[in-house]
């Protein structure tokens, strides 16, 4: 009998090398304890307004007090939009002309944007131009989406920075390519790298020069460990970059610095009328975001400005020692390798390139971590779930990939739990490479 036949786009997908390990690791049934720090599932409580929120959400007062839940209107619940506006307004942006559509998480938002900027599905024009290596689900998204990438590449140094391609370097690339929209995410998921407001500023000059769209992935605002400013699209106006305004966009979250992951809450923010007007058109086929997470999310529209500062200091001072804890282990157990500095959000980039076998490869490394990595700690077997970089960056056929010898880390588990990291990393580390070398040896 003939078996119905799968699209070409479903017969070529693979699991986001994000989730992989999660994957693999969940068909074991030996009882070991996977430690994952390859997902970005942030573990500390949500803020306190959207916990009493969710304490009480069939409360007298609540819109689901009679257990009905209802759609929100498709641009979100008029209190989801003004938490968002008021998170950025805390930052000390002007939030007067912005308009805002709260999604299915921000990744909706993603997926929005580039229907929004770039040309038609299977053409290869008006790209969307990246700046690798780059959160893989933006290549996702844009293949799911029959939409072009380019990219220019930021290259990991020895010393754990990351550095930022050279302004006519990137200029050149948008001579060639002609893209639709530059994608820049300040503080960066997967590198860890901070990208400062003079950077920033110089790249809406860019993008006013050559009328391109210019987005900023803004998750993680407010998450950075330097003494800089803070980086942000709506921190350059037309008085810093004359032309910027109208051709701005951002993705917001409540999963990241509001640890809210699982309310699947994002928004798309722009100062383009005509944009805002088109997407929010688009999305009427989603219908609506998570109601109960818009009500959960919403609390944040009547904190006081100060207050959200606060909060925004209590986070960095969580994760600042931790990070620099697990880097400082990594780098004491296995001297020659390259962590990255982590200057924002939630990351750093594992890097073996001077210590591994030539065989190495970080998607093998990975999947033998979660199929078979066992690491014996205190009488308890455990292995160690990562993310191979191999994803996170566009190469052609015939180029070398840097993320195959590379991993993300993601600093999102207690800190007791996270300091176990260093410890399987090294272990599981030298098991594979005696793998490695014993399968040559046969």
């Known amino acids: 009998m003939n078996k119905p036949i799968l699209s070409h786009h479903f017969t070529t997908r693979q699991p986001s090398s994000i989730r992989l390990s999660q ?12 430690i994952n720090v390859a997902i970005g599932n942030v573990s500390l409580p949500m803020h306190p307004a959207m916990i009493e929120r969710m304490k009480t959400l069939t409360d007298e007062g609540s819109p689901f007090s009679e257990g009905v839940v209802s759609y929100s209107p498709s641009m979100g619940a008029p209190e989801a939009n003004i938490a968002f506006k008021n998170i950025i307004a805390s930052s000390g942006f ?34 969307l131009m990246l700046i690798d290596a780059v959160y893989t ?29 050279d302004i006519a370097e990137i200029e050149e690339v948008i001579k060639k390519n002609r893209p639709g929209a530059l994608l820049v995410i300040p503080y960066d998921n997967p590198t860890g790298h901070f990208i400062n407001i003079d950077m920033l500023t110089a790249l809406a000059k860019l993008c006013v020069r050559y009328n391109m769209w210019l987005v900023s992935d ?21 008085a810093l970059v004359k032309g910027i305004e109208g051709r701005r966009i951002s993705i917001e979250s409540a999963s990241k610095v ?12 722009t100062d383009n009328q005509e944009f805002y007007n088109k997407a929010l058109a688009e999305y009427t086929s989603n219908l609506c975001a998570n109601t109960i997470g818009q009500y959960i999310f919403g609390a944040l529209a009547h904190e006081k400005h100060e207050d959200i500062r606060n909060w925004y ?6 994760y600042k020692p931790m990070m620099n804890e697990v880097r400082e282990g990594l780098i004491k157990r296995l001297p020659g390798i390259i962590v990255s500095s982590p200057s924002a959000a939630l990351y750093s980039v594992i890097d073996v390139r001077d210590i ?25 077997n455990y292995t160690l779930l990562v993310t191979s970089m191999s994803g996170f960056y566009k190469v052609h056929d015939d180029e070398a990939n840097p993320g195959d010898c590379q991993m993300r880390i993601a600093y999102v588990l207690p800190p007791d739990t996270m300091r176990l990291v260093p410890v399987l990393f090294e272990k599981l580390f030298h098991d594979y490479e005696r793998l490695q070398i014993s399968h040559h040896t046969v």
């Open 313 to 318: 200091q209590q986070q960095r001072e969580y």
């Open 356 to 380: 591994a076998k030539p065989s190495f490869n970080s998607k093998d490394f990975v999947l033998y971590c979660a199929k078979k990595g066992s690491i014996e700690i205190d009488g308890k």
């Open 218 to 238: 803004e998750a993680y605002r407010e998450l950075f460990y330097t003494e800089e400013a803070v980086s942000s699209i709506w921190a350059i106006d037309d």
């Open 23 to 34: 994957i693999e690791f969940l068909k074991r049934t030996d009882g070991v304890e996977a």
């Open 258 to 269: 509001w640890n809210g992951c699982g309310l699947r809450v994002g928004a798309l923010v």
């Open 137 to 165: 689900n933006y290549i996702s998204l844009a293949e799911r989406t029959g939409r072009k990438t380019v990219s220019v590449r930021r290259t990991l140094l020895a010393s754990g920075q990351f550095s930022m391609p």
């Open 94 to 127: 002007d939030t007067a002309n912005l308009r805002t559509i709260v999604t299915d998480g921000g990744s909706m938002a993603m997926e929005l944007m580039i229907l929004g900027v770039c040309g038609a599905a299977g053409a290869d024009e008006k790209p």
